[in-house]
């Protein structure tokens, strides 16, 4: 028996749009696009011309009895208002990192969820990157032994052309800069396979080449639970811009993920060597890229709220990249090494 498809609204028609449009037309056997809303006439009207579904207003999407989920692309500080207005319509929420801008704000999302019963998945995909469900494996099973040494590199370049949409860059709309708004994906990939943060000390700084008033370079020295250490250095001045690196050296070998690349240098001698099919990725672009990891995570959410588990990446797994964003940013500003609280 064909299963019934899941039932899904769109919200936030921009930039993010993309690659989760392309995931969940691949998933057309899973899930059906029931609605989509945007509070831009002019994107409503460009989603019509793409064949969309488009309401009217938000009101209009959430009292529709048959719509079980929202995949929530809008800019961060809307987070938890609209998961707030999903929830009391009885919705299922998956949302664009970050959960919000701040850990309080997040935690009064996920509550807000947790107090419905409702499922809350954050879009932080590099987890379902082949390469690290691959690393995960090899570090879960003890292959490489203890943790000694994590760091993680995101060297990029954006154009002024990205800053030209109004607002980004800036508090008010993104409500960080390089660490909340582009490194999250690597860092929050970084604790996942890593483990979390106890302890940092960091500098960040606004380079002075845009017209932003967010942090645009961010680097530090940080110490895992475990009590294994490393660096952190993430910045979007560093032209043409280079793909993004996670090395960790272990008792018996040394992991280095470089994109979606893996390598895998064991003591003994061995080398393993992982990579995507040849896909040509402009780095300064950051939508070129390969939608399968969104897939992936857009698949498992829709597995989720069908056998009523938690998502791979449910809301309280995104707290320590928030909590880590937020050390690193008060660090900086009280020039003193920061001590994290547990997230969880």
Avoid at 73 to 86: A, D, F, G, W
Avoid at 120 to 140: K, N, S, Y
Avoid at 164 to 171: D, F, V, Y
Avoid at 252 to 260: C, F, L, P, Q
């Amino acid at each position: 028996m064909t299963p019934v498809r899941q039932t899904i609204g769109l919200v936030g028609l921009g930039m993010a749009l993309g690659p989760h449009l392309a995931s969940l037309r691949d998933l057309s056997g899973r899930a059906e696009i029931a609605s989509a809303w945007t509070p831009s006439p002019q994107r409503r009207a460009a989603a019509r011309d793409m064949g969309l579904p488009v309401v009217e207003t938000l009101d209009a999407m959430l009292a529709n009895p048959a719509l079980e989920s929202v995949l929530l692309l809008t800019p961060p500080l809307t987070h938890l208002e609209l998961i707030q207005r999903c929830a009391a319509a009885g919705k299922h929420v998956l949302v664009e990192k970050p959960l919000d801008v701040s850990t309080e704000r997040a935690l009064e999302a996920i509550r807000t969820m947790e107090d419905a019963g409702l499922h809350l998945g954050v879009v932080l995909q590099h987890r379902f990157r082949p390469a690290a469900i691959a690393l995960r494996e090899l570090l879960q099973g003890g292959t490489l032994g203890r943790l000694v040494s994590g760091s993680a590199s995101i060297r990029w370049w954006r154009t002024p052309a990205y800053y030209a949409e109004p607002g980004r860059g800036m508090k008010a709309r993104d409500g960080g800069g390089v660490l909340l708004t582009q490194a999250i994906h690597t860092l929050d990939l970084l604790l996942d396979l890593a483990g979390p943060v106890r302890r940092l000390t960091a500098l960040t700084r606004n380079s002075g080449l845009r017209a932003t008033d967010t942090e645009d370079i961010a680097c530090g020295a940080i110490e895992f639970q475990n009590g294994a250490v490393g660096t952190i250095d993430a910045t979007t001045v560093a032209y043409p811009g280079f793909p993004e690196r996670i090395e960790l050296a272990c008792e018996r070998g040394t992991a280095v993920m470089s994109g979606e690349s893996l390598d895998i240098y064991h003591q003994d001698g061995r080398h393993e060597h992982m990579a995507p099919p040849e896909y040509q990725r402009d780095p300064s672009d950051p939508m070129a890229f390969d939608h399968g990891a969104h897939r992936a995570l857009i698949e498992d959410f829709l597995d989720s709220v069908r056998c009523g588990r938690p998502p791979g990446v449910h809301g309280r797994s995104a707290l320590r990249v928030q909590a880590l964003i937020e050390g690193f940013l008060r660090s900086s500003d009280e020039q003193r090494a920061i001590t994290l609280e547990a997230t969880s």
